[in-house]
């Protein structure tokens, strides 16, 4: 991806064409403002900044000829003057979230915590398979809150609610609990642009929340894998008897799917997400351009990736296989296409229930095969830098989980290094009677 500085006009922009590649260019004159252009030929406009914390940060601003490029300019600059930045004051850090806040609040109006709960924050957790009880615990949990808008919840008002929380004799692991499960609604306003800041991230907890590391046994792996198989052959079955109606009715009939290995793409996608790691966004989002058979990598495109950075996860035998098996029957673009849109799977929710319920597995969301990948790998004694890699996490604080899966690996670490200089040591002598 280019990244080089240039004055982004209108005759600029109209020079671009797409090259099958990401290219991106600076704005030579404001800082931070930069134009893309995707592999299909969309121009978008964005801001990139470093935040406080020193991360990186990225807003899309709009795309051409939708929008000017005076115009995106003008909005970049907007962006930058109420975003806290690395380079800032902690005055001018409060001054630009005072401004969002109230930027905000007239551009959109600011919903209570019931109506996004139930509306925006339920979708986003339905779409991404993240479980729904954590809906279920802010309702329970913060009853005195739901009709408040969203920005009127103030980390006062959070700070008194865990006072009480102890009062009523809690332990600090449920407030802990419960907190976590409210910072997550309110990170996703933020993303939204509902709220210019999350309350919860300033309200301090003596305990950590529970997190859940689901992953599957050895049987629940087998059943899983025998239900996508007897589901592939239901699928050719049914097709087989849709093949004898149309020949009845002298209609046109289907191919037949006996010969093939997969008859869509549920399978072939359980197997990648098992053998990868990767989360849902990054697969359904994922090309065959990204795919290197040869080197036996997929490449992980930073504009997907959820920490904005590109990695690369190699393919073992099995995803090999499986790819190699599904490529000519799948979109010509897209590794798990929509057929009939000419673009990515939005959802696959209800054929993945239905496996999970052909298995007899409980309480397994799609986003724990991360889990269940992370945790084979550290169960048979990888180390967790090469974890943190392959995830595409930022820190070690998101693997951490898993180190307690790996106990032996942990012996053999102490023991060689502790005992191995034993053994070295000359034997003393005894002394002559």
Excluded at 45 to 56: A, I, L, M, S
Excluded at 159 to 180: D, F, Y
Excluded at 199 to 214: F, L, S
């Amino acid at each position: 991806m280019s990244k080089n500085k240039v004055s982004i006009t209108r005759e600029f922009l109209r020079g671009l064409e797409a090259t099958g590649k990401f290219q991106e260019y600076a704005d030579a004159e404001l800082t931070g403002f930069k134009v893309r252009v995707l592999p299909s030929g969309t121009i978008t406009f964005t801001v990139r900044y470093y935040k406080p914390d020193g991360n990186e940060g990225r807003k899309r601003i709009g795309t051409y000829p939708a929008m000017s490029a005076s115009d995106a300019r003008e909005a970049a600059r907007r962006e930058l003057e109420q975003t806290p930045l690395k380079r800032d004051t902690a005055a001018v850090v409060e001054e630009k979230k005072r401004r969002r806040a109230e930027s905000v609040r007239r551009a959109h109006g600011v919903p209570t915590l019931r109506s996004f709960l139930d509306g925006d924050y339920t979708t986003y957790l339905k779409t991404n398979g993240i479980s729904e009880a954590n809906a279920a615990v802010i309702r329970s949990a913060f009853p005195d809150l739901l009709d408040r808008a969203l920005d009127e919840i103030t980390p006062w008002l959070l700070k008194g609610w865990k006072s009480r929380a102890v009062e009523a004799g809690n332990k600090q692991k449920t407030i802990a609990n419960k907190l976590h499960a409210l910072q997550g609604l309110f990170r996703e306003a933020v993303e939204d642009e509902l709220i210019a800041e999350n309350p919860v991230t300033r309200i301090d907890r003596n305990g950590k929340a529970d997190v859940v590391v689901r992953y599957l046994s050895t049987e629940e792996r087998e059943r899983l894998y025998a239900a996508m198989e007897a589901r592939e052959e239901a699928n050719r079955d049914a097709r087989h008897r849709t093949i004898a109606h149309r020949r009845m009715r002298k209609q046109i009939p289907p191919p037949s799917l006996r010969e093939v290995r997969y008859t869509d793409h549920l399978q072939p996608l359980v197997v990648t997400a098992l053998n990868t790691g990767m989360r849902k966004g990054e697969l359904l989002a994922l090309e065959w351009d990204d795919v290197d058979f040869e080197m036996r990598t997929i490449h992980v495109r930073r504009a997907v990736a959820k920490s904005d950075k590109r990695r690369d996860i190699p393919m073992n035998d099995e995803l090999l296989a499986c790819l190699t098996a599904w490529r000519p029957l799948a979109h010509k673009t897209f590794v798990f296409g929509n057929p009939e849109t000419d673009a990515p799977l939005t959802d696959f929710s209800t054929a993945w229930d239905a496996l999970l319920e052909a298995a007899e597995i409980k309480r397994f969301r799609f986003h724990d095969t991360r889990h269940d990948f992370a945790s084979v790998l550290v169960s048979k004694g990888t180390d967790l830098y090469v974890v943190k890699t392959l995830l595409g996490h930022s820190s070690y604080a998101m693997v951490e989980r898993y180190a307690h899966l790996a106990p032996d690996h942990l012996h053999a670490a102490v023991n060689s290094a502790f005992n191995e200089p034993a053994k070295k040591r000359a034997p003393r002598k005894e002394a002559a009677a």
